[in-house]
């Protein structure tokens, strides 16, 4: 069955950085697009990050442009997500998802219900 774990969180302090891991199983992930999303307490869940099967399409929410990078290791069934400059609001459990589709739309990509799967989350703390 399809499985996303999700490692790397951390506290960490303003400014410094972290590397979130996605690994997946169940599916081949060459052919599959994937999303990272984050909920901070009382907030709802939000889209972070989208990488297309073939890496040529990524999408970020704008808070994090700049700062954050996705990739993706087929070999390793494994996504990543390098966050940099890391700020007290991004504060949150972050949470790989896939649909098992290989391209996402651009307006959809953020959306929670356009996902089936989803990891059980990695706990990310920005604090001094």
Same mark, same amino acid.
């Given at each position: 069955?399809?499985? !996303?774990v999700?490692?790397?969180g951390g506290?960490?302090q @303003?400014?410094?950085?972290?590397?979130l891991?996605?690994?997946?199983?169940?599916f081949? !992930?060459?052919y599959?697009? $994937?999303s /990272?999303?984050?909920q901070? @307490? %009382?907030?709802?869940?939000?889209g +972070?990050?989208?990488i297309?099967?073939s890496?040529?399409?990524?999408?970020?929410?704008?808070s994090?442009? %700049?700062?954050?990078? +996705?990739?993706? &290791?087929?070999?390793?069934?494994?996504?990543?997500l390098r966050?940099?400059?890391?700020? @007290?609001? &991004? =504060?949150?459990v972050?949470?790989?998802?896939? &649909?098992?589709?290989?391209? $996402?739309?651009?307006?959809? /990509?953020d959306l =929670?219900e356009?996902?089936?799967? /989803?990891?059980?989350?990695t706990?990310v703390?920005?604090?001094?």
């Amino acid at each position: 069955q399809v499985q !996303l774990v999700e490692s790397g969180g951390g506290l960490v302090q @303003p400014g410094g950085s972290l590397i979130l891991s996605c690994a997946v199983s169940g599916f081949a !992930l060459d052919y599959v697009g $994937m999303s /990272w999303f984050r909920q901070a @307490p %009382g907030k709802e869940r939000e889209g +972070v990050s989208y990488i297309s099967y073939s890496s040529g399409t990524t999408y970020y929410t704008d808070s994090v442009k %700049g700062r954050f990078t +996705v990739s993706r &290791d087929n070999a390793k069934n494994t996504v990543y997500l390098r966050m940099e400059n890391l700020k @007290p609001e &991004d =504060t949150a459990v972050y949470y790989c998802a896939t &649909d098992l589709r290989g391209e $996402m739309l651009q307006s959809r /990509w953020d959306l =929670t219900e356009e996902y089936s799967y /989803w990891g059980q989350g990695t706990q990310v703390t920005v604090s001094s």
